[in-house]
């Protein structure tokens, strides 16, 4: 009994040295020993992920994460996605997921709750405005008066609220399907979203819709940097901010921008 | 025997009373016993402190409270619209449903199918299918408001489950009635309005007061599409701190209208009981 015992913990040792080399940082603090668990959005949209296929790291959050997880020790195979919803990844007790990455945008109150890595992309808020407003003029003035539409889960709403104040109440919706099927009834002028995922849904989703402006990302209270989401209290939190800050430093974060977000140049800014 | 007549009660008096401090102090330990388990041994689990921080928090809850009962407005003003409407509906239905002449039976093919279907799709797909559909296909602001289609899905939706509870009433209506009515030379429509009607409605009050409750709350499907009621508000306060307390005080404005409807709603149905026997 005590010989198998020794034989399993034996074999044990070794697969686990096998996929962490080196006693990596990450080594039993992921929820599988020797595989790190990522969540990602249910669906997960363009240009963040390819497809909802984060498995094939086409799409820009896909890309960061298989990175991180190889600068962490992890081979690709050893990268588990699970899917979550926001209130998942919000509720106290046991989570699912080492990280969690779907544009989190990282604020001070949520920061309270839940750990939050180091930002991996700072997002401009971006104006899609419907069809029938694409004449809008890029300034606050003119927004004001448009019928507004977000996702009530997103820091579009409080940017909304506090910079634009428009002049009747916007409508909020559950995800950017919702926000998609409002603009095509022509039930909303405009909706604010961040800029990749407004240059995605113009491009692609409604026809004939436009990415008006954007918000300078350094000058409000609140910049909206995207970070990882991890449990409160997170021992991974160190590994993946370090991993985080070698891919920022060896510019292949930078590199990775550039290869699935580098059309968010030529957006007027919002004056 | 001579102490008990000077206490103004007699054995079996004395006994009733015995018994009834008993069963009061039973009662009163049990509960006690159950608050108290809940007091010590909730707080005690490991995961406490979190959920308390999660749902329970009274700063957060301080915040948001005053907001959700602003947007709270707006589940008032919709239910205040669509009540009325359901209840003219599906008292329409009912009655289309109970047409007895042949050449009418178009009319309760029509109720009939009314009543299966939007009693048979879950609300939120009505509310989306009616909500986002109807406007896409080019009605001009205001017309295609959310307001007014989706007040249309939940009025469409309930009016079917009212229709029912209405015909159940005028089933329960006895049969001698409409003869003995229409034996005095009434007509048909006469029989209906004077005599069935009046009796049908007042047997099915509780329980339309119970559909009153329910659609209270659905109101907060409308957020699906667009609004800023309750609900919606609560969910955006909850992204903003990642904390849940918000949802714990939209549910206590909740209970606090639907609580005393509910106990009315009680209160009708015991007095109908007592009526009636």
Redesign the interface.
Known sequence: MTKMLSIMAAALALTSTAALAGGHCAAGKTLTEGKLTIATGNPAYYPWVLDDAPESGQGFEAAVAYAVATEMGFAAEDVVWVRSS??EA????AKNFDVNMQQYSI?A??D???DFSAPYYTAPMAVLVSPGATDTAPTLDALREL?W?AV????A??KLTDVIQPSS??????DNA?VN??M?????DAALFDLPTALFLSAVMIEGSKVIGQFAPDTSDNPDQFGMLMEEGSPLKACVDEALAALTTSGELAAIEATWLQDTTGVPLIK | MATTKAAGMTRRERFEAQQRRRSLIIAATSTLVVVACIIIFVPMTP?WA??Q???FNGDVLVDTFPKLLDAFKINIMIFAWSAPAIAILGLLIALARDAKSPALFPLRIFGATFTDVFRGVPVILTVYLIG?GI??L????PW???YIWGSLALILTYSAYVAEIFRSGIDSVHQSQRSAALSLGLSERQVMRDVVLPQAIRNVVPAQMNMLIALQKDVSLL??????EIF?QA??F???????TPYVGAAIIFLIVTIPATRYADYLMAKQMRDRS
């Open positions: 926001f209130d919000i509720q106290p007790g604020t109150a949520r309270e709750v839940v019928q539409g009530g889960s997103t820091t709403v409080p109440d916007p409508l909020l919706y559950g919702d099927a409002a095509s009834a022509n039930q909303i | 995961g979190k959920v921080r999660s749902f986002f406007p896409g080019g009605l001009p602001r295609n408001s959310p957020s699906f599409i667009g609004p800023v919606r969910g955006v909850k992204s903003l701190t990642a904390n849940f």
